[in-house]
């Protein structure tokens, strides 16, 4: 009689652990289920990652377009005639700057963005502008003043750039460029 109980509670451990045993098989195929499906869901992560990527990197090119074409004619309502307009204007390793526009004894160096906001503003204004003379020598007989150029520029961060003596360019109903620096506006000379 004890040998039967002891092999019934034998089989029953026996059976247990082939359970458990099943168990452990089948989260693992699980598991390594989970692993190739979340393969899957990161390299796609990646595409669109990749996808996004490129599509600012366009509309970034979109909105250089659209000022660099229109800044000698929104000027000339300011009474201010560019003769020379130039693009992505780099001295390697050190800076690059959207659009410089030379006026007489005055250099307009506009930063270009897709959406303005109050830290580009700042860092346009305390970093990269300061470094324009030093980047750009020949420059240094001129009066140096800034301006953003943003395809959406809410009206605070509009003001905000104004007050820090930038001009402020963004795109028209139209398509075109327009300046939303109230008249009276005066520059601020940077460097």
């Not at 410089?100 to 160096?109: F, K, N, S, T």
């Amino acid at each position: 009689m004890e040998t039967q109980k002891t092999e019934s509670r034998m089989d029953r451990i026996e059976s247990g652990m082939e359970e458990f045993l099943r168990g452990i098989k089948a989260l693992k195929e699980s598991q390594q289920k989970t692993d190739e499906q979340l393969d899957r869901t990161i390299k796609k992560l990646d595409d669109i990652g990749r996808q996004l990527g490129e599509l600012g990197l366009v509309q970034g090119e979109v909105a250089e377009d659209l000022f660099y074409r229109n800044v000698k004619s929104v000027f000339t309502k300011r009474k201010m005639t560019f003769r020379n307009v130039r693009r992505n204007l780099k001295k390697k390793g050190m800076a690059e700057y959207d659009i410089v526009a030379v006026d007489g004894e005055q250099v307009l160096v506009i930063e270009v963005k897709n959406r303005l906001d109050k830290r580009m503003v700042d860092r346009f204004v305390e970093q990269k502008l300061p470094k324009f003379m030093e980047a750009f020598p020949e420059y240094r007989s001129y009066r140096v003043i800034g301006g953003m150029g943003a395809l959406v520029v809410k009206d605070d961060v509009g003001r905000y750039a104004e007050k820090s003596g930038l001009y402020v360019l963004t795109q028209t109903d139209e398509g075109g460029a327009a300046i939303l620096n109230r008249e009276g506006f005066k520059a601020r000379e940077f460097g």
